[in-house]
């Protein structure tokens, strides 16, 4: 079965800084990989998602996560962290069944703290 | 840009009775997911529906639960005498079967007292 590993419940960058969010991820077959965002009171909002084309992949709000097979990891980057990136974000794998339904599998979540 | 929607917000139940969250998915879409975040854990996946009826479900999901799309617009979780432990946010999700990205709600933040 697929899973996902986050490093560290929370990370605190300064406004400005690199933001540095690890998923490490575990699959028998490729997988396909997503970044959720989660903002105080809301729901799961999608960052980006890997589905086995290019494996660097460009999402909203300036995010970017690189898919490396060598290391089974799917790292989420910005260069410059804003006030508004508070928020926790969520490292999915998609599941697929061998109905061929899909599930999201979801990591136990990175909070991410911005300082001025 | 169209969104999944989940009423109420809130939802505050006394143990026992029965609870009925309700969800509107994205129009176009045919799979319709439960999802459950009890406080400071994981979202974990609860059920899919497509086709009006359960594809998949996890051991989570036993006989207190039920899903149903009443009226072609709504899809709707039930929970038939709720436990303390029933306590999470419950989040309904929908997507299309050509983008495999699944779009969710804001969540119903269910509380068993």
């Not at chain 1, 799961?44 to 992949?57: E, G, M």
């Not at chain 2, 999802?35 to 207190?64: A, H, M, P, T």
């Not at chain 2, 436990?83 to 119903?108: I, W």
Request: proline fraction near 4%; glycine fraction near 6%; hydrophobic fraction near 35%.
């Amino acid at each position: 079965a697929q899973s996902v590993t986050q490093l560290g419940s929370h990370v605190s960058v300064s406004e400005g800084a690199l933001v540095l969010l690890r998923c490490n991820y575990s699959s028998s077959v490729p997988p396909y990989l997503f970044w959720y965002v989660q903002y105080p009171n809301q729901g799961l909002q999608l960052l980006l998602k890997y589905t086995s084309a290019a494996t660097l992949v460009k999402g909203i709000n300036g995010f970017e996560a690189e898919f490396k097979k060598s290391e089974t990891s799917f790292h989420l980057t910005k260069p410059s962290a804003h006030m508004s990136d508070a928020a926790e974000y969520f490292c999915a794998v998609d599941q697929t069944m061998n109905t061929g339904f899909q599930k999201l599998v979801f990591g136990t979540g990175t909070r991410l703290l911005v300082s001025p | 840009e169209p969104e999944v929607t989940q009423t109420p917000s809130h939802q505050v139940t006394q143990m026992g009775q029965e609870v009925i969250l309700r969800c509107v998915p994205i129009s176009n879409h045919l799979y319709f997911y439960w999802y459950r975040q009890i406080l400071g854990q994981k979202v974990e996946f609860l059920v899919s529906f497509y086709n009006n009826e359960i594809s998949e479900k996890s051991e989570i999901f036993d006989d207190q639960f039920s899903v149903e799309r009443p009226d072609g617009s709504n899809f709707t979780l039930k929970i038939r005498s709720t436990k303390l432990e029933d306590s999470a946010m419950y989040f309904c999700a929908s997507s299309e079967p050509s983008t495999r990205v699944q779009h969710f709600g804001d969540g119903t933040r269910l509380s068993i007292l």
